[in-house]
């Protein structure tokens, strides 16, 4: 699919170049060290665009810092700013760094003072020719949206449109769009009506590719190829990110593998068992998908199984969603995800999510049974469905909360 091409930085993002590789930091922005070391560290393993949340107006002077100080050791990686519900923050970020990823529709709860807002951001970033991404998740639609059609996949994609509609109205063209979902179906399907209503508009914003909250081990790197790699053999994907509940510098290679298998992208260093893996994901999950197929014509039962789970035609274990985590998050989600994947295995039919923080992560576990959100200050909110049903439950013993919830609703 061709699509316009968006600067960022130095790197060029678009269907005549190759699929462009990012990840994100899961340090707290305003531990400069840290962040620096970690972005360092993504750098040198290949990430070609570094995402760091920008929580607060406090924190726009450290992603400043962090960028400068990254050049002046001459590395050079785009620095994308991740910024949830405030329009203030987006401003100020603009003279900052070289793109930044907002929703537009929660700028403001009022739809028509969010137009307005985005209008002025989009204004600034002309001005300072910097790059934007509109990112929507299945989950978090604005109210506006989610009254006028539900939350569907067309809905992500017609929230997303009349964003890109603004850009083409104001004639700015640097900016990319995603819609991304934890549910692989949910999302190759928004993709696909998004990328079908930007060629009817005759103007093809670039795409930014990606499963949400995916999880983490095979599971995670299974779920994020098996719908990242249906959508690139469409030719529907510019820049991908495989998101796993993991240090983020163990996202680079899977993703890498992607953009060398569907473009020109130079190839990843993978173990024989992961390529192994990957490429099965590859090979078997548009058919599942598209339901060509019922199954899988594998002798490894293991692998088949978690196939089938990752494209939705058949669940043997309970599902799992959990975010990578941020600058946002205030505990070792790695850890507690394990935790509860260890507690929850002999669970049947249920979805169950770990989520970073309070600010997004109620809404982008939409596809949830159950959910543990932590709040900060060693305290965590438990979910059924959308509904807090115990909050400020110690970390200790939340786990073991979470497993009782599940257990009597299931014993009812």
């Known amino acids: ?4 091409t968006v ?16 990840t994100m930091c899961n340090t707290p922005t305003s531990d400069i060290e840290a962040t620096l070391a970690q972005c360092r560290r993504l750098a040198s ?25 990254l050049c002046s050791e001459g590395i050079f990686v785009p620095i994308v700013a991740d910024v949830h519900f405030s329009a203030e923050i987006a401003k100020a970020l603009v003279p900052v760094v070289d793109k930044i990823r907002i929703n537009p529709g929660n700028f403001h709860p009022e739809h ?31 109210k506006y949206i989610i009254e006028k059609y539900g939350n569907t996949p067309e809905a992500m994609a017609l929230a997303a449109m009349e964003w890109v509609k603004m850009c083409m109205d104001k004639e700015f063209y640097n900016a990319v769009v995603s819609l991304k979902a934890s549910n692989t179906v949910v999302m190759v399907e928004a993709y696909r009506i998004l990328a079908r209503m930007m060629q009817d508009e005759g103007v093809v914003f670039p795409l930014h590719v ?10 995670g790197r299974i779920k994020s190829c098996v719908a990242i790699s249906t959508l690139l053999s469409e030719g529907i994907g510019n820049t991908i990110r495989v998101s796993l509940t993991e240090d983020p510098e163990k996202e680079i290679p899977v ?17 024989e068992r992961e390529e192994y893996i990957l490429k099965a994901a590859c090979d078997w999950g548009a058919p599942l998908l598209n339901r060509d197929i019922d199954d899988v014509p594998i002798q490894d039962d293991y692998l088949r199984e978690e196939l089938l789970q990752a494209c939705r035609r058949r669940f043997y274990k309970p599902e799992y969603i959990a975010c990578p985590g941020c600058g946002r998050t205030k505990y070792d989600l790695e850890n507690t ?3 509860v994947k260890e507690a929850t295995s002999g669970f049947k039919d249920v979805v169950i999510a770990v989520m970073g923080c309070i600010v997004n992560g109620p809404g982008e576990m939409a596809d949830a049974d159950y959910g543990y959100v932590g709040e900060g200050a060693g305290m965590v909110t438990l979910y059924r469905k959308k509904d807090p049903v115990l909050r400020h439950i ?9 497993v009782e919830l599940i257990s009597s609703d299931q014993a009812k």
């Open 1 to 4: 699919m061709n699509t316009l």
């Open 7 to 22: 600067k960022v930085g130095d790197v060029l993002i678009g269907s005549a170049h190759p699929i462009v590789v990012q």
């Open 45 to 69: 393993a290949g990430a070609q665009l570094i995402r760091i949340t920008v929580p607060s107006l406090s924190d726009v002077p450290h992603i400043g810092e962090i960028r400068s100080r």
């Open 112 to 142: 028509q003072r969010a137009r307005e807002l985005f209008g002025e951001f989009l204004d600034l970033c002309k001005e300072h020719g910097k790059a934007i991404r509109i990112g929507l998740n299945h989950g978090s639609l604005g």
């Open 210 to 219: 990606g499963v949400t909250e995916a999880g983490n081990g095979d599971s």
């Open 255 to 271: 993703a890498q593998y992607l953009a060398h298998r569907y473009s020109s992208a130079a190839p990843a260093e993978l173990s």
């Open 337 to 339: 995800f394990n935790k």
């Open 394 to 402: 110690p970390e200790n013993e939340a786990v073991g909360k979470l």
